[in-house]
């Protein structure tokens, strides 16, 4: 087996972090580790308003990411 140069690994890493991007934006999942805290309070803000909390974080996370591409758009 041939030893890869520099460039042809940057090239090759780079290959591969774009296919892991099209296959998060393909399948609409983002996942993330939360604290035990974080999950309680999550969950009896859901209660409250009486949302699944996947559609909660959902909502919080367009509002937030809609202000913040905004932002970078005006830059």
């Known amino acids: 087996m041939s030893k890869l140069t520099s460039e042809q690994s940057k090239k090759a ?3 591969a972090r774009q296919e892991a991007r099209e ?3 393909k399948r609409g999942i983002v996942q993330f ?3 035990e805290e974080f ?6 803000v859901s209660d409250y308003k ?4 996947g559609v909660l974080c959902r ?3 367009v509002d937030i990411l809609r202000k ?3 932002a970078m758009k005006s830059k």
């Open 13 to 15: 890493i780079k290959n």
């Open 23 to 25: 296959r998060v934006i």
């Open 33 to 35: 580790r939360a604290d």
């Open 39 to 44: 999950m309680e309070m999550l969950l009896q």
């Open 50 to 53: 009486c949302i699944p909390a």
């Open 59 to 61: 909502s919080w996370i």
């Open 68 to 70: 913040e591409f905004a």
